[in-house]
């Protein structure tokens, strides 16, 4: 009997997460779907027409991201791995997130240690550190800083990234990475479950520490590789 109910709590999940899913996806789709029909009126300006496009865009990049999370989610298991070098990937990422953060009024701060490698999948590293990077820039609402942080203890190379924002509560913290957990007002809980899924994949660990109103600390360790071949 408990081996039924543990698979009646998968198809649940399944359903649920299949209906959330297609609930996220639907509403861009509409949205694009909306702003090319109006294109077809012969009397729109070019300021308009422009317009449209981008929004049509945006929506469809919007689905693009839900369904992206949802399938590193499903298929957590790496395909193309390779040595990281993870202060490279690192401040590649600090970079790409930097725009972003700067529209939010919210300063990045890093700290690298040298010599540090990690054997993964690069495209979804960095869309696990991009998650909780955009996460912690968004909990911060009136501003403030992000730190990430990389450093070596021992056998094991340890990424923390901070946030000055809103923080958790104890109960917030433990359903982190349950599926449609979210913190946010507009969100699918997708970002973080993906994170969760990433790291297992790669042998990892994810610690939480957060209070209300003083911030968010991701700690993130994994097993080092040796020093043995060159960086990719």
């Avoid at 698979?7 to 399944?14: A, G, P, Q, Y």
């Avoid at 997130?97 to 300063?107: G, R, S, T």
């Avoid at 990234?161 to 599926?179: F, Y």
């Amino acid at each position: 009997m408990s081996e039924e109910i543990a698979k009646l709590e998968k198809l649940k999940t399944v359903s649920t997460i299949a209906a959330s899913i297609s609930h996220e996806v639907r509403n861009p789709l509409t949205v694009t779907k909306g702003f090319l029909q109006l294109l077809r009126d012969p009397q729109l300006s070019n300021l308009e027409k422009h317009y449209y496009i981008s929004t049509a865009v945006e929506a469809l990049n919007k689905a693009e991201s839900i369904i992206t999370d949802y399938l590193t989610f499903a298929k957590p298991s790496l395909e193309n791995v390779e040595m990281l070098d993870l202060e490279h990937e690192l401040m590649n990422i600090s970079h790409f997130v930097a725009p972003y953060a700067a529209i939010n009024d919210v300063e990045i701060k890093t700290n690298f240690q040298k010599n540090s490698l990690l054997a993964g999948e690069k495209e979804k590293f960095h869309q696990c550190i991009l998650n909780i990077a955009k996460n912690g820039i968004e909990a911060m609402p009136g501003g403030g800083t992000l730190t990430i942080e990389l450093n070596r203890f021992k056998d094991h190379a340890v990424i923390t990234v901070a946030d000055t924002g809103i923080g958790m509560n104890k109960e917030q913290i433990e359903r982190l990475g349950n599926p449609f957990f979210t913190t946010k007002d507009l969100g699918t809980g997708l970002g973080t479950m993906v994170v969760y899924s990433t790291v297992k994949s790669m042998r990892g660990s994810v610690q939480v520490k957060s209070e209300p109103a003083k911030g968010t600390r991701f700690i993130l360790s994994f097993p080092a590789a040796e020093q043995s071949g060159s960086a990719g």
